[in-house]
Structure formats: C-alpha cells, structure tokens
C-alpha cells in the first residue's frame, strides 16, 4: 500500500514570497490533515479535511494561509505571503473516516520549508 | 485538550528494554492513551493506543496504571532503528484531533 505522498520535500524562500504544498493521500482515506512542526516541537493541526469540507481550521492562520480539497482526495496547503516564523516542516496525514482503526494517522514524510 | 508529561530525553542499551513513562492525571473516563512516535526527517507513526487494559502489538506493549493516571510505553527489546521522538497522547473517544507535546527523545546506543 503506498503511503501519503507529499511534494516538494524542501523549499527555500524569501520573506512574503507565497509557496505550495502538495499531499496526496492513502487511497480511501476521507480526512487528511495538515500540521506545522517547528523545530524542537511537537507537530500542531492546521487543518483537517473530511472528503472535501473543513472540520477544523481553528489554528490556520487565515490572513496568510489557505488550503482546499478538490475533489477530496489530493489537497494544497499555500502560505502567501510567507514570514520568517513560517520556517517549519510541513506535514499531511491522512485515515479513515469511521470503521475500527479510523484513530490512526498516516503521516507523509513532510515538506521542510526554510523562509530566508 | 488534556495534557500529558514526558521525560524530555531517555537513553537504553541495544537489545535491553525500554520503558518510556507519561503522565496524565487529568485523564477523563472517555480519554484513550496514544502513542505516537517519530523517527528522524520522517513524519510520525502509529505506535499503539489504549483504554484501561494493558495493550500489546507487533511494536511495544502498553502498560496502564490503575487509576489511568499515569501509563508506560516499553519496547521489548531496543533496535537502533528505535531511536525516535515518542509522543504520548490523549484523544477523546470519538475525537480524532491528535495534540502532541515535545515527547521524549529516546538515544538508542549500539
């Protein structure tokens, strides 16, 4: 089974620059996630999906991030414009929705984004 | 979100087991105990998750107190491939919203 798959893998930016992230989910999953994870830190939720609505977007910074769904399976994350604060590793997971193991995420390998 | 508190780092021995404490004394009845860890410049996995039972899977076993304030994460036996950043957490039942902490950095040694 191929796992989530996220592109690029590292971007290097100037400051209010705008930059993309790519996620492609497991195939069959219905929420996919995306998180920030600072250096030293824990990841933290910024958005979760299910199919194509928005369950929780409570943490994104919606001045300057965005993220959608199309079609609810492959989702974007942007940050337009970026900040020195915004150097993090970026990373999607994604599960089921409902049935016995719908707690557990699969994470991608992460996008390292360094803001310059 | 309930919070839970883990030693910052931990060192074992190759082969030798490893128990990895977390405490979580403002548990609720309906909190399961997730374990998550992190390997490096990898993005988290699922380690193993329970309620009140001892747990065991393929990748550790999972040890409750009692009064579920407090539980242990052992590996059996130490590989190198387990150096990692463990995450102990608390998800509501039902809940999917995983909240991780710092966790503890645990050092293998050949």
């Known amino acids: 089974e191929a796992g989530v798959a996220q592109s690029p893998r590292y971007k290097i930016i100037e400051k209010r620059q705008s930059v993309a992230f790519w996620c492609n989910p497991i195939s069959g999953h219905a929420t996919l996630y995306w998180y920030q994870q600072i250096l030293g830190q824990g990841p933290k939720l910024l958005i979760q999906?299910?199919?194509?609505?928005?369950?929780?977007d409570s943490q994104l910074p919606k001045d300057r991030f965005s993220a959608e769904r199309l079609k609810g399976v492959d989702s974007t994350l942007k940050i337009q414009p970026a900040k020195l604060e915004d150097s993090a590793v970026y990373l999607c997971?994604?599960?089921?929705?409902?049935?016995?193991?719908?707690?557990?995420?699969?994470f991608g390998p992460g996008t390292r984004l360094t803001v310059t | 979100d309930a919070k839970t508190t883990q030693p910052n780092s931990m060192e074992s021995n190759e082969e030798e087991p490893v128990h990895l404490p977390c405490n979580h004394s403002t548990i609720s009845g309906t909190d399961y105990i997730h374990w998550y860890r992190q390997l490096p410049s990898q993005g988290p996995e699922y380690v193993i998750h329970?309620?009140?039972s001892n747990v065991n899977n393929r990748m550790a076993s999972l040890a409750i107190a009692e009064d579920r304030k407090s539980s242990t994460l052992i590996l059996h036996r130490a590989t190198l491939r387990d150096a990692a950043v463990y995450y102990c957490i608390l998800l509501q039942g039902g809940s999917e919203k995983l909240v991780f902490g710092k966790g503890t950095k645990l050092t293998v040694n050949p």
């Open positions: 997971a994604s599960s089921f929705l409902g049935g016995a193991r719908s707690y557990e995420q699969y």
């Open positions: 329970g309620l009140t």
């Open positions: 999906f299910q199919n194509n609505g928005v369950v929780d």
